[in-house]
């Protein structure tokens, strides 16, 4: 057997390699090298520039590490409130968005109709328009009911703008779990809400967890919304008070903005580990009807 027989048999963890697939390999390495690089400088810069009394706009090492910036925003005005209103704002439409979703999706996966299809694509046609095209008329009915400068009313329509794709997504979990379960439950005398609450959303739990992240980090990036229908700097989230860094004449805290970037990204981190240890790797269903 040759050398290069000897090398194309060698396995590694069980697989096979081969000279000719490391070669082929290469050029995909080195593309996902470049681009892991264009991810990792921005996250370095903002390392670097939030420890930098004197940071700028160029990625380099302190000269003298601090964490002046940190303490410099770490105030009730500058980050506890907005915090605290991003936390109010996000929740509050993650799981007003997430009980809405849930109603609307369990007949869409439990019932048959010839409506289910029209209706699943006449709502997704709502997440085509930008929010950009509806915020004009919107702020006009804000106003006319006055509901400006509202937390709740804000909560609402944000809400209501993320609602179609929560349908989907929660629809899609809802028709991973058998049918069948819950029509054991009805036999034991549920009702049709006792079996979706005991047997249907724990066994999608995973799921709901999926669509409560991502309707949270749509409304925690929240810039848009929040900056039209908010007026008072008091009820503003930190999506909104983040501008207060960009001064005026082209003047920009950049070792501020830093610190508070990394500090704002620290909740949905949290949340996000939370939800994944609570939910598990996978839905745990086999086992659960038995032949």
Aim: charged fraction near 10%; aromatic fraction near 10%.
């Amino acid at each position: 057997m040759t050398t290069a027989e000897q090398t194309a048999r060698r396995t590694a963890k069980g697989r096979v390699t081969s000279p000719q697939r490391s070669t082929a390999s290469a050029p995909a390495d080195a593309a996902l090298l470049l681009i892991g690089a264009c991810f990792l400088l921005p996250l370095l810069w903002l390392v670097f520039a939030s420890l930098d009394t004197n940071a700028g706009y160029q990625t380099q090492l302190p000269a003298n590490a601090s964490l002046t910036n940190f303490a410099a925003v770490i105030t009730p005005e500058l980050l506890l409130r907005p915090l605290w209103n991003s936390l109010l704002l996000s929740g509050g439409t993650a799981a007003v968005t997430l009980a809405a979703a849930v109603l609307a999706a369990y007949p869409l996966s439990r019932f048959q109709s010839r409506f289910n299809k029209p209706f699943l694509y006449s709502i997704l046609c709502g997440t085509c328009l930008p929010i950009t095209a509806i915020m004009v008329p919107v702020y006009g009915l804000f106003v006319q009911l006055r509901l400006l400068d509202s937390m709740p009313s804000t909560v609402l329509f944000m809400a209501a703008t993320a609602l179609p794709m929560a349908i989907w997504m929660t629809k899609n979990f809802m028709d991973t779990v058998p049918v069948s379960l819950e029509e054991a439950a009805w036999m034991d005398g549920a009702s049709g809400l006792t079996a979706l609450r005991t047997v249907v959303l724990p066994l999608m739990r995973q799921g709901l967890g999926v669509v409560f992240i991502f309707v949270f980090i749509q409304t925690w990036g929240n810039f848009f919304v929040p900056f039209i229908l908010l007026l008072s700097p008091s009820k503003q989230p930190a999506s909104v008070s983040i501008f207060s860094f960009f001064g005026q004449h082209g003047a920009i805290a950049y070792g501020e903005l830093a610190a508070f970037s990394i500090l704002y990204s620290v909740p949905v981190l949290v949340l996000y580990v939370l939800v994944a240890r609570g939910s598990g790797g996978s839905f745990a269903l086999s086992g659960a009807v038995r032949g």
